[in-house]
C-alpha cells in the first residue's frame, strides 16, 4: 500500500495551557517536568494528525530551557512533523510563554521529539512522507536526517561510520 505524502503545514497542533500553583516549583516557575508532559502530549497529537494512527515516544532530544514561564502566564505549544521516516516522525516544537496582564509573548524553548505510529497489534507501522514548502520546513526537513543519525548512534542503533549525512559534515 503507497501513503500519500503529506504537508508539513498539515500537522500544526498548537496547545496553549495555564501555569498554576499545581504546576511550578518552590521558586514560582513552571516545572520542566510539566512543560515536557505538555510537550509530549502536542508532539503525539500533531504525529497522529500526520499519520492517522496511533503513535508512541521513542525519543527526545534536548530540550533547552531559554526561559522560565512564570505562575499564571499562558504557555503556547506549537508542533508540526519535520520529516517521516519509514515508521518514524520527528516533531519539532517551539514553546512561547505569555504574561497576560503585561500583554507580551517570549521564547521559551524548543526541541525536536521523535514518535513511532502503532498499528492495531501494537507493532510500528508506515507513515506518509512530508512535503516540506516553507523555506524553514526545507532546512528543519533537511537537518532531521542527520538529527535521526545521531539520535541512532547515541543509542546504540548505528555505528558513526555508517553515518552518510554526519560523515559528510566532517570530512
Known amino acids: 500500500m503507497t501513503l500519500t505524502p503529506k504537508r508539513a503545514q498539515d500537522s500544526v497542533i498548537q496547545m496553549t495551557e495555564l501555569v498554576l500553583p499545581n504546576d511550578t516549583n518552590t521558586f514560582g516557575n513552571l516545572m520542566g517536568g510539566r512543560l515536557m508532559y505538555w510537550m509530549d502530549i502536542a508532539g503525539a497529537l500533531a504525529t497522529m494528525k500526520h499519520c492517522s494512527a496511533p503513535v ?5 532530544d534536548n530540550i533547552s530551557f531559554e526561559t522560565p514561564i512564570k505562575l499564571g502566564n499562558v504557555v503556547h505549544i506549537e508542533a508540526k ?3 517521516a521516516f519509514s515508521t518514524s516522525m520527528e516533531v519539532h516544537l517551539r514553546v512561547w510563554g505569555e504574561d497576560p496582564v503585561q500583554q507580551y509573548r517570549y521564547k521559551s524553548n524548543e526541541a525536536f521529539m521523535t ?3 502503532l498499528d492495531p497489534n501494537g507493532k510500528s507501522r508506515a507513515v506518509p512522507q512530508i512535503i516540506p514548502d516553507t523555506e524553514e520546513e526545507k532546512q528543519l526537513y533537511e537537518g532531521a536526517m542527520r538529527r535521526r543519525q545521531l539520535r541512532l548512534i547515541l543509542s546504540g542503533k548505528m555505528k558513526p561510520q555508517d553515518a552518510e549525512e554526519l560523515r559528510a559534515l566532517f570530512l
Not at 56 to 60: D, N
Open 115 to 117: 514518535f513511532v505510529a
Open 56 to 60: 508512541v515516544t521513542a525519543s527526545v
Open 81 to 83: 512533523v519535520s520529516r
